[in-house]
Every structure is written in structure tokens, then in C-alpha cells.
């Protein structure tokens, strides 16, 4: 698929792995909206991105929160119907075993990881179907039994099965939503591990899936 003038959402998109995907598609001749908590970040990474030859468009937005964006969002309509959307922020914090997890660590790494993607799908994926295509790629972790991380790795289990879920709801039309598996990256959440450019690449390819492509998968990288 050409990704030339195609507009793009992207999650948590001022670092890591979101950062790699704005260029790349920054790179093809997209249309990419940089969504994001940190404006200077975003607003950084919009600049980078219409320098490498798309369309960078920076849109402040917190993914938990409704109004925000439901206000993000009105805004990412100066760009176009959204066709892609990858849902990639998300946090790791709250190491701790299960006993001494805070309630509130445990609701902010849930509210990030799995209700930000759910009023990500929510709100974008009724005009998909209105216009019969979209592709919603959402970055998932390979690791989901890990000790002290229970809040992390039970908000990445939610997050595959609601991807599993509406890909069931997706058969027969022109709309194609996975998660994704990277391994460990070395970002400012996490060091160590690949660097995303190493990975981008086969991430990205999920979001250019041809028509009849495989839906509701959880897909592993190496």
C-alpha cells in the first residue's frame, strides 16, 4: 500500500518507537498527526516529519482522559479523515509486587494502556466503516507474566484481547485491526533492548495490509 498522502494518527508519538513510525511515514509522503502529552515533544517530532517530505501536524492530547481527546481529535480533522491509527502510547511503571501496587498506579497503567486505545478505536472507527477502509495497528509487549509487573502485563493481555475482539466484529469489511509484539526497546520508558528503527520497518507493515489480510492477530517480532 502507498502510504503518499494517507493520514495517519499516531499515539505517544514524541519518542521511541512512535517517533520512528512518524518519520518513516513522515519519509513516505503521509500525512501524520503526532499525538501526544508533551507539545514541545510532538511539535518537535510534526517539524521532523514534514522535513522528511509528509505532512506533520502536532496535537496535544491524553489518551485517558475523553474530552481530551474528543478535543485532539477535532483538531487532527484539519488533516483529513483518519485511515491509520496506531495506538502506541502506553507506560510501565508500578514495579512492585501485586500487594504493595497502589490502587492508583494500577488505574493510571490500565487507563493509559487499554482505555487510551479503546476511545482511540471508539471514536475513529465509526468513520472507517462510513468510508469502507482502515488500518489500526496496537502496540502490544511480548512480556505478559512478568513478577513485579502485574499491572503492565495484565493492561497488555486486555489490549490483545480487545484487539482479537474487534477484528471479530470487523469480518467482511475493509478494516483491519492488530497488535503488535516488538521486543524490548531501548526508550525513554525502558533502556536496553533494540532501537526502534530496528523494528519500525515490520511494525509499519501491518499498517499497509492489503485488503482480505489477516484481522485480529497478535503479532511477534523478533
Known amino acids: 500500500m502507498n502510504l503518499k498522502n494517507k493520514v495517519i494518527l499516531i499515539t505517544g508519538a514524541g519518542s521511541g518507537l512512535g517517533k520512528a513510525l512518524a518519520l518513516v511515514a513522515g519519509q513516505a509522503g503521509a500525512k501524520v498527526i503526532c499525538a501526544g502529552r508533551r507539545k514541545d515533544k510532538i511539535q518537535q517530532i510534526a517539524e521532523e516529519v514534514t522535513q522528511a517530505g509528509g505532512v506533520g501536524l502536532a496535537v496535544e492530547m491524553d489518551v485517558t482522559d475523553l474530552k481530551s481527546v474528543e478535543k485532539g481529535l477535532k483538531q487532527a480533522e484539519k488533516m483529513g479523515p483518519i485511515e491509520i ?31 487510551g486505545p479503546y476511545l482511540l478505536i471508539r471514536a475513529i472507527l465509526p468513520g472507517m466503516i462510513q468510508r469502507g477502509f482502515g488500518r489500526i495497528v496496537n502496540i502490544s509487549a511480548p512480556i505478559k507474566h512478568l513478577p513485579k509487573a502485574s499491572a503492565y502485563c495484565a493492561s497488555k493481555c486486555a489490549l490483545d484481547s480487545l484487539t482479537k475482539a474487534v477484528g471479530y466484529e470487523l469480518k467482511g469489511v475493509d478494516i483491519i485491526i492488530n497488535a503488535v509484539e516488538p521486543p524490548f526497546l531501548d526508550t525513554e520508558m525502558h533502556t536496553g533492548g533494540k532501537k526502534p528503527e530496528e523494528v519500525v520497518a515490520q511494525v509499519m507493515e501491518l499498517a499497509t495490509l492489503e485488503a482480505g489480510s489477516q484481522c485480529g492477530r497478535i503479532v511477534k517480532i523478533a
Open 85 to 115: 491509527l496506531f495506538n502506541n502510547a502506553g507506560i510501565i511503571t508500578g514495579l512492585k509486587a501485586v500487594q504493595d501496587l497502589p490502587i492508583e498506579e494500577w488505574d493510571k497503567i490500565m487507563a493509559t494502556n487499554v482505555r
